[in-house]
């Protein structure tokens, strides 16, 4: 099936403006439930009930409210929300554009595809351009009534974008607190390295890293849908570890039984 695109927009810096489509670069895969009751099996609901009377409270009753103090709320009204949300806009600004890596991936937070909307050719000599100049931009856009900046960047001949989190969301690793121990023995550290150097890649293949909670747990609906009989297995305890050096050692050695 082929994507369907969520949002349209245009990709704007100075005078050049390329229509695009945004399209999610994530699925979610999760397998969700219904909640049922467990006498007649039928879903039920959840509502908004007063902890002192059990009364069932409709939405238009409640109002939104933010607690200073164990009595003193401040209370907002639905307008006053409403007027601080920033004007519709189908535009995409490019503010900078900064060496390739130069934002970290700490920063990311959700990725999205870019295509082409129309004409195709301001589109890739865009998508060509960062690539050979080896740049990412910095974009900010409102969609769906929310304020974003993100980072658009080159992949594969397209282009993506991806939101960042806000100044102050993500933290910096000076504030936390360093860490402490013994000092590493240099026979320790030696296993360590050659661990590291037995599991080295060259190519990060995201084929190997499937699912395997979802995997199970459709193989488990399946045998359940079909009426067998499922045996639940007792969990054993995990084995207690060793030292670092005896932990280092096994692991090497059973890296090598593999590799032969």
Aim: glycine fraction near 6%.
């Amino acid at each position: 099936m082929a994507a369907r695109a969520m949002w349209k927009g245009t990709l704007a810096c100075g005078e050049l403006e390329v229509p695009v489509k945004l399209y999610s670069a994530i699925e979610d895969r999760n397998i969700h439930f219904h909640l049922l009751h467990e006498e007649d099996l039928t879903r039920v609901e959840q509502r908004m009930v007063h902890p002192d009377t059990d009364e069932t409270i409709p939405y238009s009753a409640t109002r939104r409210g933010l607690q200073l103090s164990e009595k003193r709320f401040v209370m907002l009204e639905q307008e006053e929300l409403e007027e601080l949300e920033p004007d519709a806009s189908r535009e995409i600004t490019l503010e900078a554009f900064l060496p390739e890596g130069e934002v970290d991936h700490g920063w990311y937070d959700r990725p999205y595809y870019l295509g082409p909307d129309g004409d195709t050719g301001e589109y890739f000599a865009l998508a060509e351009s960062l690539a050979a100049t080896e740049r990412q931009a910095i974009a900010r856009w409102v969609m769906r009534g929310k304020r974003y900046v993100g980072t658009l960047i080159e992949q594969e001949g397209y282009l993506m974008l991806i939101t960042l989190r806000h100044e102050g969301e993500v933290l910096n690793s000076a504030e936390l607190s360093p860490p402490t121990g013994r000092e590493l023995p240099a026979k320790e550290r030696k296993l360590a390295e050659q661990l590291v150097e037995a599991l080295e890649e060259k190519q990060f293949h995201p084929d190997a890293y499937h699912d395997t909670y979802r995997e199970a747990l459709e193989k488990l609906i399946a045998k359940k849908a079909r009426g067998e009989t499922i045996e639940v297995e007792e969990r054993k305890a995990p084995a207690e570890s060793g030292s670092l050096a005896k932990s280092l050692e096994a692991s090497l050695k059973a890296m090598r039984r593999r590799s032969q």
